[in-house]
């Protein structure tokens, strides 16, 4: 009975997968797309897919940003990845494709509303050295922040991943993407990626192929590792224990990055997972969820966010999160 209540929770997120759809004539062939949502949340990953029949080459744009089609093999089949920004404000935002077949070409426009999200809060206490910094650690942290924000610019590199994005890391998440932050009563920023609570030593594997572009002690982020999955998608790894990993070596999807500790400021053993696509700050679920086709690990991933928004309202209340093995970056 029990189990039959789950597959009917799961059963009913099958049935709400939010898809746009659009057909188009012109130049001189047809094309058409599907998997642009008319309404997203901030933090989203969506996959747009695109069949030109007539051999065009698609493009397009996204709040200011190109969308870049890869095709995986046959020339008329395209897809592309795009998201909206952890704190991207509310809004309708135009998402236009364009097809070049030949001499002709045909474009459409799309409208997508992004709505808030309610991300919840958490309440962290902690020794106030790490919570006020001393202006040497603050020169620190600031220089560490441009040199990520530097590679997140880095433009041009050829799609590495294929398929689906696999968890670094089993376990549970312990703190979900866009948290808000208020350390010892002060309000701070948003969470910028998913902490999941794993055994220190336990191995992290590369979720998708890429290059590491960055292998590093930071003072928040403690041991970490930035992988280029090209076509500006990248995902870091912080407080690792050990790394596994060095600068510029191609990885494979499933290999071994590291292993899980509580380096940096954390204050126990846990995985912080982050994505950046287009330079955008976006949920790793997300991610996840966008490149699978697998119905199953869609519904189990819809299941998590879904428990996270549970656990959120009830933060609303003025619940604390609580502290195990948290994630304080
Ligand atoms: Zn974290």
Same mark, same amino acid.
């Given at each position: 009975?029990?189990?039959?209540?789950?597959?009917?929770?799961?059963?009913?997120?099958? *049935?709400?997968?939010?898809?746009?759809?659009? *057909?188009?004539? %012109?130049?001189?062939?047809?094309?058409?797309?599907?998997?642009?949502?008319? =309404?997203?949340?901030?933090?989203?990953?969506?996959?747009?897919?695109? =069949?030109?029949?007539?051999?065009?080459?698609?493009?397009?744009?996204?709040?200011?940003?190109?969308?870049?089609?890869?095709?995986? &093999?046959? %020339?008329?089949?395209?897809?592309?990845?795009?998201?909206?920004? /952890? &704190?991207?404000?509310?809004?309708?935002?135009?998402?236009?494709?364009?097809?070049? &077949?030949?001499?002709?070409?045909?474009?459409?426009?799309?409208?997508? !509303?992004?709505?808030?999200a309610f991300f919840g809060v958490? #309440?962290?206490?902690?020794?106030?050295?790490?919570?006020?910094?001393?202006?040497?650690?603050?020169?620190?942290?600031?220089?560490?922040?441009?040199?990520?924000?530097?590679?997140?610019?880095?433009?041009?590199?050829?799609?590495?991943?294929?398929?689906?994005?696999?968890?670094?890391?089993?376990?549970?998440?312990?703190?979900f993407?866009?948290v808000?932050?208020?350390?010892?009563?002060?309000? #701070?920023?948003?969470?910028? %990626?998913?902490?999941?609570?794993?055994?220190?030593? !336990?191995?992290? /594997?590369?979720?998708?192929?890429?290059?590491?572009?960055?292998?590093? &002690?930071?003072?928040?982020?403690?041991?970490?590792?930035?992988?280029?999955?090209?076509?500006? *998608?990248?995902?870091?790894?912080?407080? *690792?224990?050990?790394?596994?990993?060095?600068?510029?070596?191609?990885?494979?999807?499933?290999?071994?990055?590291?292993?899980? %500790?509580?380096?940096?400021?954390? =204050?126990?053993?846990?995985?912080?997972?982050?994505?950046?696509?287009?330079?955008?700050?976006?949920?790793? /679920?997300?991610?996840?969820?966008?490149?699978?086709?697998?119905? !199953?690990?869609?519904?189990?991933?819809?299941?998590?966010?879904y428990m996270a928004e549970k656990r959120k309202k009830r933060t609303k209340k003025g619940e604390?999160l609580?502290?195990?093995?948290? =994630?304080?970056?």
């Amino acid at each position: 009975m029990r189990s039959g209540k789950i597959w009917l929770v799961i059963a009913s997120f099958l *049935l709400v997968i939010p898809s746009g759809w659009g *057909l188009c004539s %012109g130049g001189q062939g047809t094309w058409r797309v599907e998997g642009i949502p008319s =309404t997203l949340k901030q933090g989203d990953v969506f996959r747009i897919r695109l =069949t030109a029949d007539g051999g065009g080459v698609p493009s397009g744009g996204f709040q200011g940003e190109e969308i870049v089609f890869y095709s995986e &093999e046959n %020339g008329k089949d395209y897809e592309a990845l795009m998201g909206v920004d /952890l &704190e991207c404000p509310a809004g309708i935002y135009p998402l236009n494709i364009t097809v070049e &077949e030949g001499s002709g070409v045909s474009g459409r426009m799309f409208q997508i !509303e992004v709505v808030r999200a309610f991300f919840g809060v958490q #309440r962290i206490t902690l020794p106030p050295e790490m919570v006020h910094l001393d202006p040497q650690s603050l020169k620190r942290v600031k220089e560490e922040k441009r040199k990520m924000e530097a590679l997140w610019a880095v433009r041009g590199e050829n799609r590495r991943w294929h398929g689906k994005f696999l968890a670094p890391v089993e376990g549970r998440i312990n703190a979900f993407f866009g948290v808000r932050r208020i350390l010892n009563g002060e309000r #701070r920023g948003r969470h910028n %990626g998913i902490d999941i609570k794993a055994r220190q030593g !336990e191995k992290v /594997l590369c979720p998708n192929d890429g290059r590491v572009v960055m292998v590093d &002690e930071l003072f928040f982020g403690g041991k970490t590792v930035v992988v280029d999955h090209g076509q500006q *998608l990248f995902s870091f790894y912080m407080h *690792l224990d050990r790394v596994a990993v060095r600068m510029d070596q191609e990885i494979r999807k499933g290999d071994v990055i590291g292993a899980v %500790g509580a380096s940096g400021r954390a =204050t126990g053993p846990h995985l912080h997972w982050g994505v950046r696509l287009n330079g955008v700050r976006v949920d790793p /679920l997300s991610l996840m969820e966008a490149t699978t086709n697998d119905m !199953e690990t869609i519904g189990i991933i819809r299941k998590r966010k879904y428990m996270a928004e549970k656990r959120k309202k009830r933060t609303k209340k003025g619940e604390n999160l609580g502290q195990g093995g948290k =994630t304080l970056d």
